[in-house]
T-cell receptor
Framework: KAGVTQTPRYLIKTRGQQVTLSCSPI?????VSWYQQTPGQGLQFLFE???????NKGNFPGRFSGRQFSNSRSEMNVSTLELGDSALYLC???????????FGPGTRLLVL | DQQVKQNSPSLSVQEGRISILNCDYT??????FLWYKKYPAEGPTFLIS?????DKNEDGRFTVFLNKSAKHLSLHIVPSQPGDSAVYFC????????????FGQGTRLTINP
């Protein structure tokens, strides 16, 4: 079974731009979560989607948003990029509640 | 407020010996704990988990121990192998935020031949 895939793997943007990252979960998994990893803050939860509905949200500004499609694929969007948004963005999928989350390889975003 | 803490940023162990990685948490609502291993430029790989109704879970060379009264968990790897060299993250979740994992800062484990 294929793992979680994320595209693109690397991205360079400039301040003020917006970016959309994509995540395809493991086949059959309906829950998709997004995390941000930075050297200073570590791994932090962004939000989680299940059956196209956002169920949980972390402490990030409204510039960070996401959505999930009927095939469970998910996208996250960051608008008005700031230098501090440079990070590794990780997507994880799981079958459902309280099931183990499996991570993709991440998208490394650099904001200049 | 860091709810999950891994106080050792790094650990060096001889090949063949036991590696013990520690994790402390403060939120008594956490009821599910996981360990992930991460190589550079890759996503975290799930290793082992434990729910709060147990105090030990074993999978091959990996054993996780949970001490609820001390709010402490540990991961034991025995015997340690060079391929175990990576950053290890402990994570926790609660019933209310089941898929919201709270991670520790990670411990870099180096296995020396």
């Amino acid at each position: 079974k294929a793992g979680v895939t994320q595209t693109p793997r690397y991205l360079i943007k400039t301040r003020g731009q917006q970016v959309t990252l994509s995540c395809s979960p493991i086949s059959g998994h309906r829950s998709v979560s997004w995390y941000q990893q930075t050297p200073g803050q570590g791994l932090q939860f962004l939000f989680e989607y299940f059956s196209e509905t956002q169920r949980n949200k972390g402490n990030f500004p409204g510039r960070f948003s996401g959505r999930q499609f009927s095939n469970s694929r998910s996208e996250m969007n960051v608008s008005t990029l700031e230098l501090g948004d440079s990070a590794l963005y990780l997507c994880a999928s799981s079958l459902s509640d309280k099931e183990t989350q499996y991570f993709g390889p991440g998208t490394r975003l650099l904001v200049l | 407020d860091q709810q999950v803490k891994q106080n050792s940023p790094s650990l060096s162990v001889q090949e063949g010996r036991i590696s013990i990685l520690n994790c402390d948490y403060t939120n008594s609502m956490f009821d599910y704990f996981l360990w992930y291993k991460k190589y550079p430029a890759e996503g975290p790989t799930f290793l082992i988990s434990i729910s709060s109704i147990k105090d030990k879970n074993e999978d091959g060379r990996f054993t996780v121990f949970l001490n609820k009264s001390a709010k402490h968990l540990s991961l034991h790897i025995v015997p340690s192998q060079p391929g175990d060299s990576a950053v290890y993250f402990c994570a926790a979740s609660s019933l209310q935020g089941a898929q919201k994992l709270v991670f520790g800062q990670g411990t870099r484990l180096t296995i020396n031949p």
